[in-house]
């Protein structure tokens, strides 16, 4: 194949860019357009030879797109108007605009790009978002496919479902319909993704019922992990940490103040564990539902500290959280988990609450790898 020309829109800190070369299809960045100022720095810093556009995608004419000559967009649109935890505003929401901007400039190209790839939340796939989408490829002769996946199914011990649509130019050939995903183990048919694990990705409220074990946890829940847990399909967290040795862990234990008001909310992960929860960019600074903490005393049963927690003393409790030596995940493990290689690294000056923010908004890079090269197969 001859080297593709990619268009990268809302570039973050360039996931998409990283899956690219992860996927080993020959492509080449035409363009990075972003307006987060932070991302930006890190995107330079990472790939200082890519043509880096700080500006809105509106302000770019249909003129600067057709001299771009790209035959790959790929993007991951603002995902707040789609988030069930947001007001849900789809294309009423202002950060809609730029993607129905695109939607509208897409038929009006001198040349459609042959491949398109875009991600976003669960929940877009129900939006008018969606439909715009779906109605604009139809109409430009585009056949597509829509998955909704998660990291689990390469291997990576992180729940982040993401919808994802695969689109590629039609020929009118057979050929051109993308195969199942998931369907086959054969080595005749390998597989690209697996379906995640049952309940690998269900936020905490689906899946309550029965009774409270210690923490805030049901016999539902519990069964859930262990399932999770024991799927040796799915690495460990261990391979994913930082050696002790090159970090101060220190700065990363949980304050006193978190330990006594949110113990009970913590999702809590050991290294041989094969399984955490989805790291937002509120991580480091919220708790509830904003990524999974690390228990890092093996000796220590966290059924011994939970069990009657609540009739305990302040000081006491305290004293018994300690015991776990709970911490966050540093940015790099962060970062490990969303599969980004060991080459991606911050400017020294990016603070680490910045850190998590510009991962939280980010995607698992191994995971768009494998549908870029299920895109171009």
């Keep these: 194949m001859t080297s593709l020309r990619v268009l990268e829109l809302y570039s973050g800190i360039g996931g998409m860019h990283y899956a690219v070369k992860e ?36 302000g770019i004419t249909l003129d600067d ?14 995902c707040q108007p789609f988030t069930r935890i947001g007001l849900q505003g789809d294309i009423a929401d202002l950060r809609t605009k730029s993607f129905l901007y695109i ?24 939006s008018s978002a969606r439909e715009h989408l779906v109605k604009t490829l139809k109409e430009c002769g585009y056949t597509f496919q829509e998955i909704m996946v998660s990291p689990t199914s390469v291997g990576i011990p992180n729940s982040r479902l993401r919808y994802f649509l695969i689109a590629k130019i039609s020929t009118g050939k057979v050929l051109d319909a993308f195969p199942r995903l998931a369907e086959s183990d054969s080595p005749e048919q ?17 899946m309550q019922g029965g ?49 006594l008001r949110y113990a009970l909310l913590l999702d809590i992960v050991r290294p041989t564990c094969r399984r955490s929860v989805c790291f937002t960019k509120g ?14 005393c093996m000796e220590t049963e966290m059924e011994s500290v939970f069990r ?13 959280l300690l015991k776990l030596k709970l911490r966050y995940f540093t940015p790099r493990e962060v970062a490990n988990l969303m599969g980004f290689p060991q080459s991606f690294s911050f400017p020294e000056q990016i603070p680490t609450k910045q850190r998590y923010r510009v991962l939280g908004n980010s995607l698992n890079v191994v995971v768009v790898a494998k549908l870029l090269q299920l895109l171009v197969s």
């Design 283 to 296: 991580y480091g600074r919220y708790v509830e539902g904003t990524g999974s903490v690390l228990q890092c």
């Design 308 to 320: 009657g927690l609540d009739q305990c003393s302040g000081q006491e409790k305290l004293q018994r």
């Design 23 to 58: 996927s080993g299809i020959p492509g080449q960045i035409v363009a990075a357009i972003d307006i987060n100022t932070t991302a930006n720095q890190i995107y330079r810093h990472n790939f200082p030879d890519t043509p880096l556009w700080n500006k809105t995608i509106e």
């Design 190 to 206: 390998p597989t690209l993704l697996r379906p995640p694990h049952p309940g690998s990705c269900q936020p905490e409220e689906e």
């Design 65 to 78: 797109f057709n001299k771009l000559s790209f035959d790959m967009i790929l993007m991951s649109p603002p």
């Design 103 to 126: 939607l509208d400039l897409l038929p009006r190209l001198n040349r459609l790009p042959r491949f398109i790839l875009l991600e976003n939340v669960k929940g877009f796939e129900s």
């Design 211 to 259: 009774h409270f074990l210690y923490k805030l946890e049901t016999q539902m829940d519990a069964q859930r992990k262990e399932n999770q847990n024991n799927d040796l399909s799915i690495r460990q967290i261990q391979d994913f940490l930082e050696p002790q040795m090159e970090v101060n862990m220190e700065h990363y234990l949980l304050p006193s103040k978190i330990l």
